[in-house]
């Protein structure tokens, strides 16, 4: 069986409240298992032999305003298999929590401080997740999209995992309950850069597609034939 790793940053914007979550892999389709949000609820992160299911149960909990801290124990208490988990939980406070079960694969490593929370396994300098973190923190005032891209891309440049990294998923959550932004690239030999091409395509237009579903009245054009 192939063995496969993963580090991720989840995020809060101070200024806009809104929440997100960055994540890469060596396994295919990362975007698809791994990163969670909800609007005004909380990001959520769930990797290494993950199991998605933990993410709706730590989501339940902070819809209870019950806050990081204990999202993360609700997540942990839930599963029989705890100790091959690795989970990371922003709250709509900015609290954080982190979570290496004593199976995580490889050389692992987690951070966390308010606002943010970042971890991986399998990594080939187990001070990624902080160096990670702390480049969130350091970016406060630039766009949140590209605080999370700038975060993960620091991983890459320090090495990132043993094995090339094959996936990444971004998933943001602002004032709605649908994304705001929600980019995958499921296979490639260069995903970041791929999702880099992917955010300069849709990023000028992701407000344009937030306006179409909350007031489409006031919607701009599509630009297409037959587009009046």
Known sequence: MKITNTFSVAGRCSETGA???VVTSSSPS???RCPWAKQGV?????????DPRLANIGLTVLEHGLGAQNALQAMKESTPFPEYRQLAIVDAE???A???GKKALGVHGEFRDHNVASIGNLLSDPSIPEKMGRKFLETEGLPFTERLILAIEKGFQMGGELDQERSIGLLIYKDDSFPYVDLRVDYSDNPLEDLKKLWEIYGPQAEDYRIRAVTPEAAPSYGVLGDQ
């Open 42 to 50: 909380g990001a959520i992160l769930t990797q290494n032999v993950t």
């Open 98 to 100: 982190v979570f290496t």
């Open 19 to 21: 929440l997100g979550v």
């Open 94 to 96: 900015g609290n954080s």
């Open 30 to 32: 990362v975007g698809a």
